[in-house]
């Protein structure tokens, strides 16, 4: 059988029979499964942030923060991609487990216009960069990376996002070591970017020492959690190992954050005029590579972007379809995703990357915190989310929306504190992820053991006979 676009319930519950038998034909094989995903690893967000990352807080600081984040992340992603993969569930699925109904829809909703957003940002680059190189007006660029990018991604997952990201791994991964190499001879190497710290002291200002602030800053990518879940569904369970270190885990980290913040901080000090911000860094490698650049950049982000469109367009068909009652064809959805996506890129949306990501890190870091927390205490017990349609949910699962409204309602107080006192606000950014984090998992622990009839979000009855 094939699997359809959303890769969400519909898939789920239609493979539930060869689930339970423990019958993996219909999953990707590992190395697919691998290099579709490891299109998320090319983002040049990446690359900005780790370079930002070491002129604010210094580059030793910005290096401890990063492999702290490659550590927490490995752990908790081997975690959430062992459970998906064992029950065949998506962020859609899980969430009924957790939320209820209607919590679901909120966070398929809340994860379609993160993805989307990501779309939006991502793709931008690519459009800026077309109009670096050949001129033109941005409106032209982004109709085209629009139309380029949504061909790949109808069908779903399965049909050649593997292949494709196959492809341009080695153009992303070379490319950007060519771009160090290009900028060494060209400009000269320096080792001064290993020792850089800034001139004014930053770590009272950011409420701690300049690695928890960089670890924080990386908090605000716990999307990357939801999207592990989705992309780990699709596995295969000979496989769990493989995918908990190499597809999921720590080596993908090591890659996405590591390899990319060494390459973003030596090209920011090395390029003269280089801004520590994506369209800088993009408008760099340009500059410097010519067309090879705009090759490198093209790569870079049409990798990151299959994973952005594919999940928006799938999670935005799961909303629709469930909160909605609007049937369309897959076809549908990728179009409107699409539209939405090319409408967004006519905004000045990248200007505001750093407030989008800190306000949708507050969302997705209580619900990762809260899914965590459910895996742990369930210990893989009765988890029916897989096998049993909505209408056996309750509308809400009072556990997890207590959690999530209060881990929500602490993460943005933490946020607004630099509104009312400027003072304040390295405190907040540093702090708000890290107490959000730890209050959703605290409140949800609680309220298991408090309120035992809502672990599953089942409506009693079929709850009893779980």
Do not use: C
């Not at 949504?150 to 070591?177: A, E």
């Not at 909303?319 to 539209?339: C, D, H, Q, T, Y």
């Not at 809260?370 to 009072?398: C, P």
């Not at 209050?439 to 979000?457: D, E, H, K, M, Q």
């Amino acid at each position: 059988m094939t699997l359809n676009l959303t890769g969400t319930n519909e898939d789920v519950e239609s493979t539930d029979a060869l689930a339970r038998e423990g019958n993996d034909e219909d999953q990707m094989s590992r190395g697919s499964l691998a290099m579709a995903y490891y299109g998320v690893s090319s983002a040049f967000f990446f690359v900005y942030i780790g370079a930002a990352m070491a002129l604010a807080y210094g580059t030793v600081d910005a290096l401890i923060g990063i492999a702290l984040s490659i550590v927490v992340y490995g752990v908790i992603n081997a975690v959430l991609s062992r459970y998906a993969i064992n029950n065949r569930t998506t962020v859609a699925a899980f969430s009924r487990t957790i939320l209820g109904k209607a919590g679901s829809a909120i966070a398929m909703v809340i994860f379609a216009l993160i993805a989307i957003y990501y779309a939006v940002f991502e793709g931008s680059l690519v459009a800026y960069a077309f109009m670096e190189a050949f001129g033109g007006d941005m409106w032209f660029w982004s109709l085209v990376v629009v139309a380029g990018t949504t061909p790949l991604i109808v069908g779903g997952v399965r049909r050649f996002l593997d292949k494709i990201n196959g492809l341009l791994l080695p153009i992303y991964f070379f490319g950007l070591i060519a771009a160090v190499v290009w900028a060494g001879v060209q400009y000269g190497f320096s080792s001064d970017w290993m020792s850089y710290t800034p001139e004014v002291a930053l770590p009272f200002a950011s409420g701690g020492p300049g690695w928890l602030a960089t670890f924080a800053g990386y908090m605000g990518v716990w999307i990357l959690m939801m999207y592990t879940m989705d992309y780990a569904s699709l596995g295969k369970r000979k496989d769990t190992k493989f995918h908990q270190i190499f597809t999921f885990g720590p080596f993908f980290y090591i890659v996405a954050f590591g390899f990319s913040a060494v390459v973003g901080i030596m090209l920011t000090f090395m390029i003269p005029g280089t801004e520590a911000s994506e369209t800088g860094i993009v408008g760099g490698v340009v500059n410097l590579m010519g067309v090879l650049g705009i090759i490198v950049v093209i790569a870079t982000q049409t990798r990151i972007n299959t994973a952005n469109y594919f999940l928006g367009a799938a999670n935005l068909r799961s909303f629709g379809e469930k909160a909605l009652r609007i049937r369309m064809p897959n076809i549908g959805w990728v179009l409107l995703s699409s539209l939405i996506i090319y409408l967004l890129m006519l905004l000045p949306v990248v200007q505001y990357i750093l407030v989008a990501l800190a306000w949708q890190g507050v969302l997705v870091t209580a619900w990762v915190a809260i899914a965590l927390t459910h895996i742990l205490l369930s210990r893989g017990k009765g988890q029916e989310h897989a096998a049993i349609n909505d209408r056996d949910y309750k509308a809400v699962n009072a556990n997890g929306m207590i959690s999530w409204v209060i881990a929500t309602g602490i993460g943005i107080v933490m946020l607004q504190l630099g509104t009312f006192n400027p003072a304040l606000g390295g405190v907040g950014a540093t702090w708000g992820p890290i107490l959000t984090a730890v209050a959703a998992s605290v409140v949800y622990a609680i309220l298991w053991r408090a309120n035992p009839t809502s672990r599953t979000g089942l409506i009693p009855v079929i709850g009893a006979r779980v």
